[in-house]
């Protein structure tokens, strides 16, 4: 009886006329909150308002930067170990990192296994796939994607014991079944790939996955660009290679600045394939980085002692290094030339 009663007093119309209701309190509830915050920015001027909007930006990344940046260094003039004392020893640390026969051998490791796999893949792979993608149907460009992503969405643990599956010295472990079957074991022999050629396993794994990054970034700034560029070109004869080279790739200069800078760090910063499938090793800091280093000195008992405060200071030279590396990419990608507004001809 009563289900009845509701059925008949609430209808559609009454509802309508509710939400028409909540609607219009919105928005004189946002008359009253935006005018006066509108017509104070105009009163302070332009440039002041400017700062207004960055100061959520920049309390970001003074919470997730600066402020562990600092906490950070400051440990690193620390003696502190697992009891967690601030033993001051000032830059010890710094003047022991100068002193470390390791240091060279790690800091050279860190290097070529940055530049490589940022050549090879991040950037490279990423442009290569995007570029080609973009120059076939749509359909099939879209299913090489969705593979390219693959390694991205896998879990770390289960795609780092995949390729170690795959890189066993066996004849019929994958990597070397391939080489046999194609042939290539007369140019390639095979061999147990994660002992004898760490390096190549490490820069594939983090490499697939460093692909899928830039590829995303590198499409979607290559479908933004108008249709009509394409058709002018064409009208003017321009080969696919004309087009690439002289309307796509200019056009992405932002995504390709911010694609390497942000992967230059990401790879100055990443150990947790190298973790899994060497740990630095085999053998002495063979494909020890920078980064798993500090993990190292930090984290990990030699001899019953962890040695925090060491290994905050080598992470601090490590956020030095990717600070210049980004300044230096300001300058090699003209930043300055690329914020100027364009001057457009009426």
Not at 54 to 75: E, K, M, Q, R
Not at 204 to 227: C, D, Q, R, W, Y
Not at 229 to 254: F, N, Q
């Amino acid at each position: 009886m009563s289900d009845n009663i509701w059925q008949k007093e609430i209808t559609l119309k009454d509802i309508l006329k509710v939400l028409e209701l909540l609607r219009r309190g919105f928005i004189s509830l946002a008359k009253y909150i935006v005018d006066p915050i509108r017509n104070l920015l105009s009163k302070l001027g332009y440039k002041l308002a400017i700062y207004v909007f960055l100061v959520p930006s920049l309390g970001f990344i003074s919470l997730f930067y600066l402020v562990p940046f600092i906490l950070t260094f400051l440990i690193g003039m620390t003696a502190m170990d697992f009891t967690f004392k601030w033993d001051w020893v000032g830059l010890a640390n710094y003047i022991r990192i100068l002193n470390d026969s390791f240091a060279p051998k790690i800091m050279g490791n860190t290097l070529f296994y940055v530049f490589t796999t940022l050549t090879l893949f991040n950037v490279g792979m990423a442009l290569v796939v995007s570029l080609i993608t973009n120059h076939i149907p749509d359909h099939i460009g879209s299913a090489v994607r969705g593979i390219w992503l693959l390694p991205r969405i896998t879990p770390s643990t289960v795609y780092a014991l995949l390729w170690l599956w795959a890189a066993r010295g066996e004849e019929n472990a994958l990597i070397n079944w391939f080489l046999t079957i194609t042939g290539l074991s007369m140019v390639i022999p095979t061999r147990t790939w994660i002992l004898d050629d760490p390096w190549v396993i490490v820069i594939l794994v983090n490499g697939f996955v460093g692909t899928s990054f830039g590829m995303i970034v590198f499409t979607a700034a290559l479908k933004s660009i108008p249709e009509d560029y394409y058709r002018a070109a064409k009208v003017d004869g321009a080969s696919t290679w004309d087009i690439i080279r002289y309307v796509e790739l200019p056009m992405i200069k932002w995504p390709l600045l911010f694609v390497t800078a942000y992967q230059t760090l990401s790879l100055l910063t990443s150990f947790e394939y190298i973790l899994i499938l060497t740990d630095g090793g085999p053998g002495l800091y063979t494909t020890e980085v920078w980064s798993l280093y500090s993990y190292h000195k930090a984290f990990r008992s030699y001899g019953g002692t962890v040695e925090i405060g060491y290994g905050a200071a080598l992470a601090t030279i490590l956020v030095i290094i990717g600070v210049i590396m980004s300044l230096i990419y300001w300058r090699i990608f003209k930043f300055k030339e690329m914020m100027v507004e364009p001057k457009i001809e009426v």
